[in-house]
């Protein structure tokens, strides 16, 4: 076991490291290099003179005085707005701000309700994300893993090879590109779904019509989400258990006179699970980060949608504040599939991870 | 293992003959050759005149493909111009007048989209005066256009613009005794005479020979004139047209090479890389496979998608920018823990250990053992990641970003998203570029699912 | 030595089914086995050995083509024939256990050791938990594994570890027969030795009877009481030890024991010229005259009987008579 804490010691120091990197990453690229700040800068200089010059009294004063009196006064807007030290060691400070989860305000997006905090902003839109996302995860993993094991059961048949060529077909195309096809079909031709958003203008006005509401406009991206991802959980499934199935142990059991129920549970799926259950946390985290361009087609107004929205503005606290959540997520989630993992395969704890 | 195929050749061989592998082959080699097409059918400069809008005014806007006038030939109607004029030229005393006459035929079921005329001028110093009349089949006679034109090239707009519209309205006063509110030209001008022959719905075409007459006149002896009438249909081409009168075979032609090349190219160098990395990391020993796997572990956790995007927005960057970062984002990942575990594996087998024992060197080893074993791999790899390359530049072509000088597949999808073609069923200029996109990802697929057979023993007991 | 027959098989055919054909590779296989006695199996790599010991206990992997003959076990009727829940409860383990080859394999990794071996007897037998435990400790001791290998995983033991536990899961419920498959092949020599004289001592233990699958017949020949030569999915030799051993008639089985290095002769050790024939598109007549030194036309035609050549020593060669060696085998 001590080795087991070792390993443990360790990867939380590298994925520690690693949050570090691609976060001040993101505050680099979100920042242009720093040619964010010379833009606040002009525009502060600029707000500030045109201030000093609606004052009657300020134009009187002798040019000379004037200039002084500006440039002391846009310093001290600058420096008030923290931008008066330079950039590389303003990035650092981000940084900090940013793994200790002091998102700050947004440069220009606000939340419905009008509030300008990153935090706010965010937690406004994750659970419209949630609710298309992990939702249509947790579908696609229950179908295609049930299918998977279907298909293990009778490889090789048309059943199977037919399921194959479809998941790959399906999981090759990304869900946006579906989306696409799918609104034409279903939204433009058939009329039996609306092609996007999340709630009808304006919104109907009882608690059950909102629920029904919001739930028909869920339905297509989430028929589409799950159509383009349960081919993964098939096709993996399928394998994973398939190879399984060709181990000797489980030739072994089958001589042992185990009955089939136990063969399949105890020496199939039990070994077969790992990898699994690692992919479906993985998906079901991923799944918080919305899908940019899934959430673009449909205009669900999610996370992914608060990304391209935050980059399209260029505002760089919101690109940051989401990035670092997102990091923080996805490598607190690597780290308990670590724990995860060797609790299900006792070969890990031994060897220290040696064996993935 | 026995079973194996070794040699590249034998397992293209193999790959080739499975019915999976025979169609994906087909299907890229096709594109292919689309592609190497592409710039004999469709030159360079079609594709960069491709935001020079002025270049496909002779196109109708959103038009639907041609071939769909055979399946419904009564909804569907094609383009007329008409450039051939008769020239007459007569001088009454100071002036000058020059007659120019042409004529079509109009034969369609459905009324025009648009009616353009164009109108190109050239004098030395005064302008002419010059009147367009388009005479109907049924005798009737329409003032399209009567003013001073400017040198040089002039379009009137006759069904959109104002001012011609009005023009159109002084003969459907003198035919219906009033004039409607909204004027609709095209419909108009080609029209049986009924007091429904503004409304698309329930007037009668007009089928005949129309005859277009236009007279300049002026003070100048030196007075040129040539018209050029457009008669836009709602049909056009193998693809259909977009909103800015773009022929979309030429973009979908065009998507091929780029397709292709960004698809291809970052699919090789890629899993090369990761493959290399990943052997060569397991190869030399401990301590450079745990550099190389911690490496790894970075870069599966960055997030690629939105930092392209966020590259992308910041910096404005061409196919081949886009592809270095891309490149520089998988220098390793997946497949480095692929052919990491696969080294590993194959260098306890028991050959290896007995080459290892009786003295073989070790690159000796990785060159006839493991890069053996590796190779075969790394083509289903290849065919595998490649289409997920192809999605990735037609994602960021959709939002906008990708390489703005030429189109793409993903660059005509987002353009038909943005103008709302999902909405209002302008489905030429959705399906086929997305069916090229599908086409080429499943050939990568279909080879990739071939080459696996071959490659992975689990599959190919049958 | 009872004389009634544990297991008698006979015309049994195994074929799989692939992309290029079905592979023969059990092809009408008959033989018989008394009480206590170890037949040793022995033949080149892709023979058929394990897909006949396969056939026998009836694990069969997906792609089979053909499966028939008949395989009579003690008093519970023929394998072949019998509907697959009583091959399970009746034959499994009960009455023939198995080690498979590559035992390291064989061992499921995420259930611990002991439960392993334990299974059999609370599934077969319904023993508690506790009852199979004190079962499973014995069948450990009589090994000679550790207690605490209990309670270890399967990656915790070293291979000779593993190959213990293994054939100590397969005597947990004393059946009456045990097909080793290349019981020692993956281990050294010292741990070959002990795992032998462990099968030996547990053989006059339990008066257990063996059949040992092996292509050493070196090996073959320190526990077996009859040996069966295969040949491409074919015995073409069968019989008492001291008849193959010291009067090998088919060629195949002469070139065999002279391929066998002695470090008591100064004989350089012969190799087989050739190799194994594709079990696709086997040669026709005599599958081993492409290799055979003494074919004939007829060879090339005709497919040799296995005929008794007197005191159940079974040959498979047209010339029988003709080509019986000289005692150049083991002694
Ligand atoms: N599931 C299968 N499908 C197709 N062919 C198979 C299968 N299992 C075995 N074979 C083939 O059948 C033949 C006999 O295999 P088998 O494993 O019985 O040989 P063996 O004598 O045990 O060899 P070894 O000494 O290497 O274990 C070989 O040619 C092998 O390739
Ligand atoms: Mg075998």
């Known amino acids: ?356 | 293992m026995s079973e194996q195929p070794v040699g590249i050749k034998q397992i293209f061989k193999e790959v080739a003959k499975s019915k999976a592998g025979a169609l994906g082959f087909a299907l890229l080699v096709a594109m292919l050759i689309l592609a190497m097409f592409t710039p004999i059918l469709a030159p360079y400069n079609v594709a960069r005149a491709w935001n020079d809008l002025r270049y496909w005014q002779d196109n109708p806007a959103l038009a639907a493909p041609a071939w769909v006038r055979f399946l419904s030939p009564n909804s569907y109607s094609g383009t007329v111009t008409l450039s051939n004029f008769s020239l007459e030229r007569s001088f009454h005393g100071q002036y000058t007048l020059v007659r120019r006459t042409g004529s079509f035929v109009y034969m369609y079921d459905v009324f025009p989209t648009e009616v353009r005329l164009l109108l190109d001028v050239n004098y030395t110093a005064r302008k002419p005066r010059v009147i367009a009349t388009l005479e109907r089949p049924d005798g009737k006679g329409v003032t399209l256009y009567n003013g001073m034109p400017v040198k040089g090239e002039n379009v009137v707009s006759v069904s959109v613009d104002p001012k011609y519209q009005k023009l159109i309205g002084y003969f459907l006063y003198e035919e219906l005794g009033y004039v409607p509110a909204a004027i609709h030209p095209e419909i108009v001008l080609f029209a049986k005479k009924s007091k429904y022959m503004n409304d698309r719905q329930r007037a009668d075409v007009l089928k005949g020979t129309y005859i277009l007459e236009v007279d300049a006149i002026s003070f100048e002896k030196n007075l040129s004139v040539q018209p050029k009438l457009i008669v836009y249909g709602n049909s056009y081409g193998i693809a259909g047209t977009d909103n800015y009168r773009r022929d979309l075979t030429v973009g979908l032609m065009w998507g091929a090479p780029v397709a292709l090349a960004f698809g291809t190219i970052a699919a090789v160098v890629t899993v090369l890389l990761q493959v290399v990395i990943g052997a060569a990391g397991a190869w030399i020993g401990p301590r450079a496979d745990e550099i190389v796997q911690r490496a790894a572990d970075f870069f599966l956790v960055i997030p690629v998608l939105p930092i392209l995007i966020l590259i992308n927005v910041v910096y404005t960057i061409n196919i081949w920018l886009l592809l270095s970062w891309v490149i520089l984002f998988s220098i390793v990942g997946g497949v480095t823990k692929i052919s990491r575990s696969m080294v590993l594996q194959i260098r306890e087998e028991q050959y290896v250990e007995a080459a290892l024992s009786y003295g073989a060197s070790k690159k000796r080893i990785l060159t006839f053992h493991i890069l053996p074993r590796i190779i075969p791999y790394t083509f289903a790899l290849i065919a595998l990641s490649a289409p997920s390359y192809v999605f990735l530049e037609a994602a960021l072509s959709f939002l906008g970003l990708g390489d703005p000088n030429i189109p793409s597949w993903g660059r005509l999808l987002g353009q038909a998203f943005d103008a709302g073609a999902l909405y209002y069923g302008w489905w030429w200029w959705v399906i086929f570029p997305a069916l090229m996109i599908m086409l080429v990802s499943l050939g990568f697929t279909l080879l990739s699912y071939a080459f696996d057979k071959v490659v992975n023993p689990r599959l190919r007991e049958e | 030595m009872k004389m009634t027959a544990l297991l008698s098989v006979s015309g049994l055919h195994l074929y799989y089914r692939t992309s290029r054909g079905p592979v023969r590779a059990v092809d009408g296989v008959s033989l018989e086995l008394k009480e206590g006695e170890t037949l040793a199996v022995v033949g080149e790599s892709g023979s058929g050995k394990s897909s006949m010991a396969y056939a026998i206990i009836r694990v069969l992997p997906r792609n089979v083509q053909r499966y028939c003959g008949s395989v009579v076990f003690d008093d519970a009727g023929d394998i072949v024939s019998m509907d697959e829940e009583s091959v399970r409860r009746k034959v499994r383990w009960k009455g023939i256990s198995m080690v498979f080859q590559g035992a390291m394999n064989s061992l499921n990794p995420v259930v611990k050791v002991g439960e392993q071996i334990m299974e059999p007897l609370i599934i077969h037998l319904g023993y508690t938990k506790e009852g199979a435990r004190g079962e499973a400790a014995r069948a450990m001791v009589d090994v000679g594994l550790p207690d605490y290998v209990m309670d270890r995983y399967p990656h915790e033991l070293s291979g000779g570890m593993k190959q213990r536990a293994v054939i100590s899961m397969a005597l947990v419920m004393k059946p009456k027969l045990v097909i080793l498959d290349e019981p020692t092949s993956a281990l050294d020599v010292m741990t070959q030795a002990n795992i032998m004289n462990l099968l030996k001592r547990l053989k006059r233990q339990y008066g257990l009877s063996y059949i040992f699958i092996t292509h050493d017949l070196a090996l073959a020949s320190e526990l077996a009481d009859i040996v069966a030569i295969m040949y491409a999915g074919k015995i073409v030799e069968l019989g008492s030890a001291e008849d193959v051993y010291l009067r090998p008639a088919h060629p195949y089985t002469q070139k065999l024991l002279r391929s066998v290095p002695l470090l008591r002769e100064d004989r350089e050790p012969e190799f087989i010229p050739g190799a194994p024939p594709d079990l696709v598109d086997p040669p026709p007549g005599c599958r081993f005259h492409p290799r055979c030194p003494y074919a004939k036309e007829i060879c090339r035609r005709e497919e040799p009987e296995l005929k008794d050549m007197g005191g159940e020593h079974m040959v498979a060669c047209h010339f029988t008579g003709e080509l019986r060696g000289g005692a150049d085998g083991l002694g």
Do not use: C
């Open chain 1, 1 to 356: 076991m001590p080795g087991f804490t070792r390993y443990l010691a360790r990867r939380a120091v590298l994925l520690a490291i690693t949050l570090i990197l691609v976060v001040y990453a993101t505050v680099l690229i979100a920042n242009m290099g720093g040619y964010i700040d010379k833009l606040l800068k002009g525009q502060i200089s600029f707000e500030v003179t045109q201030r000093l010059n609606r004052d009657p009294a300020f134009t009187r004063l002798p040019q000379q005085e004037r200039q002084r009196m500006i440039d002391e006064r846009v310093k001290a807007a600058i420096r008030r707005a923290g931008l008066d030290q330079p950039f590389p060691i303003r990035s650092l400070i981000q940084l900090k701000q940013a793994l200790t989860l002091s998102l700050g305000r947004a440069s220009f997006l606000k939340s419905s309700t009008g509030s300008p905090e990153v935090a706010d902003i965010i937690m406004e839109r994750l659970p419209r994300t949630i609710l298309l996302f992990t939702t249509g995860t947790v579908l696609a993993a229950v179908a295609g893993i049930y299918l998977g094991l279907i298909q293990a059961r009778r490889a090789l048949s048309r059943f199977d090879k037919s399921a194959i060529l479809l998941a790959i077909f399906t999981y090759v195309q990304p869900p946006w590109f579906f989306g696409i096809l799918f609104i034409l079909l279903f939204s433009f031709y058939l009329r039996i779904f609306p092609p996007g958003g999340m709630i009808s203008a304006p919104p109907p006005a009882t608690p059950t019509g909102y629920i029904l509401d919001v739930l028909y406009h869920l339905s297509l991206p989430l028929i589409t989400w799950v159509f383009a991802t349960f081919g993964y959980w098939s096709y993996t499934t399928r394998n994973i258990v398939l190879q399984t199935m060709s181990e000797d142990f489980v030739t072994a059991a089958r001589a042992k006179g185990l009955p089939e129920n136990t063969i399949l549970f105890k020496y199939v799926l039990r070994p077969s699970s790992p990898p699994i259950v690692t992919s479906i946390a993985l998906a079901l985290v991923f799944s918080w980060t919305g899908a940019i361009i899934t959430e673009i087609v449909f205009n669900w107004p999610g996370i992914g949608l608060l990304f391209w929205e935050a980059i399209s503005t260029l505002d760089a606290p919101v690109i940051i504040g989401l990035t670092v959540i997102l990091a923080y997520l996805l490598i607190i989630t690597v780290f308990l599939l670590d724990i995860i993992y060797a609790l299900l395969d006792p070969r890990i704890k031994t060897l220290g991870g040696a064996v993935r």
